[in-house]
């Protein structure tokens, strides 16, 4: 049985914009519970043409998908940014610019780059990218602006989902 815990967001070169210390906030304690046998790799190298090589800091994938069809993989992508001072405009704009590059980086069709992994071929499609921010002190004071953020962002982006831990 494969551990069930994600790790912490990796402190591996990450290059955010300002207010973003390294990407390092807590990661949910289990994988989604729609996954029947997750297999949880951390910082996995996934290529495509338009942004290179970046690497996620969790992909997850379904082991127990029937051989006929691909995997179900999901990515995680978390960011130590402070939020809390935004207005409400600038927050929804800076969720967006996030999920829009999560999704960039890290979803649609990708080629990952882990030798463990390359039997799922060169062609990986990712279906879900999760946006993870750092609670506490980081996130927005106002709980309306932070939900109505969120739902901008998920609007704006399809694919990617946002989230606060």
Same mark, same amino acid.
């Given at each position: ?72 993989? %999901?990515?995680?992508?978390? @960011?130590?940014? *402070? ?8 927050? /929804? !704009? =800076? ?38 921010? %750092?609670?506490?002190?980081? @996130?927005?004071? *106002? ?8 739902? /901008? !962002? =998920? ?11």
């Amino acid at each position: 049985m494969p551990d069930t815990t994600l790790a912490r967001g990796s402190r591996h070169h990450h290059r955010d914009g300002p207010g973003c210390t390294h990407c390092d906030a807590p990661a949910p304690l289990h994988p989604p519970g729609d996954f029947h046998q997750p297999r949880i790799e951390t910082y996995v190298g996934m290529r495509k043409p338009e942004s290179g090589l970046r690497f996620a800091d969790v992909l997850v994938l379904e082991e127990g998908a029937p051989a006929s069809t691909p995997p179900r993989v %999901e990515t995680f992508r978390f @960011k130590s940014r *402070d939020l809390s001072l935004l207005k409400p405009s600038p927050l /929804a !704009a =800076q969720m967006k610019a996030d999920a829009s590059e999560a999704l960039g980086y890290y979803g649609g069709t990708v080629d990952v780059r882990r030798p463990a992994l390359q039997h799922l071929g060169s062609e990986v499609t990712v279906h879900r990218v999760r946006l993870i921010y %750092e609670g506490g002190a980081l @996130k927005p004071k *106002d709980a309306k602006e932070q939900a109505a953020a969120v739902a /901008a !962002a =998920q609007e704006a982006v399809p694919g990617v989902e946002v989230l606060f831990r």
